[in-house]
């Protein structure tokens, strides 16, 4: 994995010494997962094509 990938996925805060994923992880297959603004807002997941709707 890149760096900047890790910084586009994880927030890292050093005076704690904690590392947050940022998005969620798709409860089908655990890999994380878009959040898409337009259209509908929803959190998707390219991998297995699991969708949730945001209410």
Do not use: Q
Not at 17 to 28: A, Q, Y
Request: proline share 4%; hydrophobic share 30%; aromatic share 10%.
């Amino acid at each position: 994995m890149k760096d900047l990938d890790l910084i586009r996925y994880y927030e890292v805060d050093a005076s704690k010494g904690t590392v947050k994923l940022k998005n969620r992880k798709c409860p089908r297959c655990g890999k994380i997962m878009a959040f898409h603004k337009e259209v509908k807002p929803r959190w998707h997941c390219g991998s297995c094509n699991y969708t949730e709707f945001v209410r």
